[in-house]
Each structure stands twice: as structure tokens, then as C-alpha cells.
């Protein structure tokens, strides 16, 4: 990344209008064809992203910050970057089943629990 | 020596509907449980341990089980109390400082200190890719258990906030804040061995 993208990643974004600060500075411009959702700036898009890739945002939030990374250049490392580190965590799942042994173990104590009583 | 017991041939609380329900809602979590136990315990023979006592206790309050909930959740609410509780008995309780728990969730998603350390070298974080299973399951294992469960329960095992919440027993913010903290030292975590194993370069000189 250039020292002149850098530059542009510390500025970009800061403004809080909701307007469109980061288009400037990503150097796109928002989709034509004039909609009702406004351009969010990269700063209130990072502070969701977590949220947007969990699923975990309701509608008019999410498309806002879909439309944002569907344009905007700076952001995509970014999210590139937190898909690469929570495909490696869903990766790493497969972490073990419980043994036949323990399986039989607990129905067992089950079964004598309800014997019980 | 008996064949291993099937969960039909068994039936725990045969004589009712609801115990027949046991075996067909409960039992099936059974890997999920030992999962999330083995993350929690770091032993294998703690986390059996935790399995049975989580399903006993579980079977026994069957009937306070509402249906429509979704019962891996509550099967882990079981699960996470029976481990802090014999967590408390066993050393007196050891303080995880959480003092970072009610922070901005929005501004520790925005603030990505790894993502900007390795942004000249892999921007997009391809060095996550050759990170092997091993390493991110001790990674996971030192975690500040709070952080640790928030991570397990939604990178691992796909609950949502909400559900995460109940299990907990905090709010979707406080999950918020645990989940994306425990991301974030996770990344450092990961970072470092992609260091150590030269999957990339420190980026000391320009």
C-alpha cells in the first residue's frame, strides 16, 4: 500500500455526517442511481463490520454498510482481512466428539437416574 | 460387557412423552456439549466429566425445559454453570479482570491493531490461511475464559448474540464487547505464530 493510500486511509472517513466523506477518500463515488440509504463513511462501516459479518444487523443498518463495502476501495483489505481470520477460526472447529465411551457412559447414568425415582 | 447403549434402546423417562423428547432433542448436542466443555476445561477427562453432569442435571430439569428454545443453548447454560461452579470450589475464584468488558463494541470493531501491523506486508491477512487447526486451538485456549466462551459459543458453534446472551447470562452488548475483544487478541495471538513461522515478514524496513 503507497504512503499516499495510507494518508488517505488516516483521513479518510473521519467525518460523522453520515455524508460522503469516504468516497472522497476511497476515490469512488456512490452508486448511481440516487437512493434512500445515504453513504455511511468507512469509520461507522469498520464499527459495524463485525456485526454485518456475524449477520447480526437488521435490515436498513446492514444494506447501509453493504453498499459502502460493495464501493469502497480502502475497505476491502480490511474485510478481506477479518473473513481470512474467522474462516481459520471455523476451520479449526472440527476440535474433537464426544468418545462412544463417554456417549454410553451417559445414557447409562440416565437411565439409572430414572430408574431411581 | 454390554453393546454400546443406543439412544433408542435406552430411553431415558420412558414413561413419558417428555423423557422420550430427552433422547431425541438432548442427546444429539452430545459433541457440541463435549465441545464446548473440552474449550472450557483444557482436559479431556474434565470435560467427560462436565458432559455427564451437564446432561444429568439436564435430564433431571427436563421438565422446565421450554420448548421453542433452542436446546444446545441450554444444554451450554447447564454446562458453563456446572464448570464455573466447580471452578469456584476448586480455587477461590481467580478475578478475571474485566475491565475492559463494558467497552465501545463499535470501537473495538473499528480499531484493528493486527489488521494495521500487517497491512504493508499481507493486507488482506492471507497469512490466516496457512495457520494450521493446532494453532488456533491454543490461541482459543489462552483467552481470558469470558472471551474464550463469547469466541467458542459464536465462532465455533454458530449461536447468535442473543443466544450467546442467555447462555452467559449478560447482555448482547457485553457479548458484543467479549466477542470482538477475544477476536482481537486472538488475531494478535495468530499474528505472532505467523510470525515465528515466517508465514510473513516483520516488515521492519520499507
Known amino acids: 500500500m503507497s504512503f499516499f493510500e495510507s494518508l488517505k486511509r488516516l483521513f479518510g472517513g473521519s467525518g460523522r455526517d453520515g455524508r460522503s466523506d469516504s468516497t472522497d477518500a476511497s476515490g469512488s463515488s456512490a452508486p448511481s442511481g440516487g437512493t434512500a440509504v445515504a453513504m455511511i463513511p468507512c469509520e461507522e462501516a469498520s464499527a459495524r463490520l463485525f456485526e454485518y459479518l456475524d449477520g447480526e444487523l437488521d435490515g436498513v443498518s446492514e444494506e447501509e454498510v453493504r453498499r459502502h463495502l460493495e464501493v469502497c476501495k480502502l475497505c476491502y483489505p480490511r474485510v478481506q482481512f477479518e473473513k481470512h481470520f474467522l474462516e481459520a477460526l471455523r476451520r479449526s472447529r472440527n476440535g474433537g466428539r464426544a468418545s462412544d465411551a463417554l456417549r454410553e457412559q451417559v445414557l447409562r447414568s440416565l437411565a439409572e437416574d430414572d430408574a431411581r425415582d | ?206
Open chain 2, 1 to 206: 460387557m454390554a453393546d454400546p447403549l443406543q439412544p433408542s434402546q435406552v430411553e431415558p423417562g420412558d414413561r413419558n412423552a417428555q423423557g422420550a423428547s430427552f433422547s431425541e432433542e438432548a442427546i444429539p448436542h452430545m459433541d457440541a456439549v463435549y465441545r464446548f466443555a473440552l474449550r472450557l476445561s483444557g482436559s479431556r477427562d474434565e470435560a467427560e466429566d462436565l458432559v455427564q453432569d451437564t446432561y444429568l442435571r439436564a435430564f433431571r430439569a427436563w421438565e422446565q425445559y421450554a420448548p421453542g428454545t433452542r436446546c444446545k443453548s441450554w444444554l451450554f447454560t447447564i454446562c458453563r454453570n456446572v464448570f464455573l461452579r466447580r471452578r469456584e470450589r476448586s480455587q477461590r475464584h481467580d478475578a478475571i479482570l474485566l475491565e475492559t468488558a463494558q467497552d465501545d463494541p463499535r470501537a473495538i470493531s473499528r480499531e484493528a491493531p493486527v489488521f494495521a501491523a500487517s497491512r504493508d506486508d499481507d493486507p488482506e491477512g492471507e497469512f490466516f490461511r496457512s495457520i494450521v487447526d493446532d494453532q488456533v486451538f491454543e490461541a482459543i485456549e489462552q483467552l481470558p475464559e469470558e472471551y474464550r466462551m463469547a469466541v467458542v459459543l459464536s465462532d465455533l458453534e454458530d449461536l447468535s448474540y442473543g443466544e450467546i446472551a442467555e447462555v452467559m447470562g449478560i447482555p448482547v452488548g457485553t457479548v458484543k464487547s467479549r466477542l470482538f475483544r477475544g477476536r482481537r487478541q486472538l488475531q494478535r495471538q495468530l499474528y505472532e505464530y505467523a510470525l515465528e513461522m515466517g508465514y510473513i515478514s516483520d516488515g521492519g524496513e520499507d
